[in-house]
């Protein structure tokens, strides 16, 4: 099945800092989306971005499929950021159905 | 809209025993999907339900584990006999349509199960 390899596993930042996470994946997918699991294991749906870019507030994310890679950008991180952000794809072309998810990057932001 | 409703949030219970988690997806959602995580391996798709109908159980990992969805508003998981090998967060998400395929997801806030 397809491969999901996240990096770095774990960040310390400080407050105000920005930061880069990125997601590589073995092979073309339909479906690439972003999660955050928060402190208390609430996951949840930040971004759907199979290729392009986007933008929500102080996040964004860009996909380019044909290289394989998404980054999930974070600008002036806030403690509430901190967290296990994953990345999750989805391959039609077989394997497992529904999303593989990748093991994620484990942020935290020091006040 | 309450979203995804798992219960229990937590559930401790002794190795050998039956254990049942319980999931109501968003009203009007089609698909339903049961995910473990664990620190090992992370989140898995154990199964995923179209329309109440179970489409793809790969990812259960033994005959010990079982799921059913009687209903369009009511899942059921259930694990017997329970091992400790089982503990884990156990996530249920739903929805709408195909639409998961282009990041329609809504997870519930999962039950932590700590089987001693």
């Known amino acids: 099945g397809i491969q999901v390899e996240q990096s770095p596993p774990d960040l310390i930042l400080q407050e105000g800092a920005n930061s880069t996470l990125r997601c590589n994946f073995s092979?073309?997918?339909?479906?690439l989306q972003w999660f955050h699991q928060n402190p208390w294991g609430q996951l949840i749906n930040l971004f759907y971005?199979?290729?392009g870019t986007k933008q929500n507030g102080r996040l964004s994310a860009t996909t380019v499929a044909t290289e394989r890679y998404s980054l999930l950008y974070i600008s002036s991180s806030q403690t509430t950021d901190s967290g296990v952000y994953f990345c999750?794809?989805?391959?039609?072309?077989?394997?497992?159905?529904?999303?593989?998810f990748g093991k994620g990057t484990h942020l935290i932001i020091q006040p | 809209d309450a979203g995804v409703i798992q219960s229990p949030r937590h559930e401790v219970t002794e190795m050998g025993q039956e254990v049942t988690l319980r999931c109501k997806p968003i009203?009007?959602?089609?698909?339903l999907f049961w995910y473990r995580q664990t620190m090992m391996r992370g989140l898995e798709l154990l199964i995923y339900?179209?329309?109440?109908?179970?489409?793809?159980d790969s990812g259960m990992p033994e005959d010990r584990f079982s799921a059913k969805m009687p209903n369009a508003s009511f899942s059921t998981l259930k694990i017997q006999p329970s091992e400790p090998r089982d503990s884990a967060v156990y996530f249920c998400?739903?929805?709408?349509?195909?639409?998961?395929?282009?990041?329609?997801?809504?997870f519930g806030s999962g039950t932590r199960l700590t089987v001693v």
């Open positions: 998400a739903s929805s709408p349509r195909d639409s998961w395929r282009n990041g329609g997801y809504t």
């Open positions: 092979d073309s997918v339909n479906n």
């Open positions: 971005i199979p290729s």
């Open positions: 999750a794809v989805y391959n039609s072309g077989g394997g497992a159905d529904g999303l593989t």
């Open positions: 009203s009007g959602h089609d698909y």
């Open positions: 339900f179209n329309n109440n109908v179970p489409i793809d």
